[in-house]
């Protein structure tokens, strides 16, 4: 993780791990609590920050 802006993770992952960490990421986010409303994460991909927003 390079940093957090707001409600978002900034994460540096090797080319070779972004297919895992866009299916595994959103999974154990979301799995963090059990609330009466889902918790949702997306994921974004990109060479920087504004792309993958």
Do not use: C, F, I
């Not at 080319?15 to 895992?20: G, H, L, N």
């Not at 595994?24 to 792309?51: C, D, F, I």
């Amino acid at each position: 993780m390079v940093m957090q802006v707001h409600d978002e993770l900034v994460l540096e992952v090797p080319d070779a791990e972004v297919p895992w960490a866009q299916e595994a990421l959103p999974r154990l986010m979301a799995s963090v609590a059990q609330l009466k409303v889902p918790l949702l994460a997306e994921v974004g991909t990109g060479p920087n920050w504004e792309q993958a927003h």
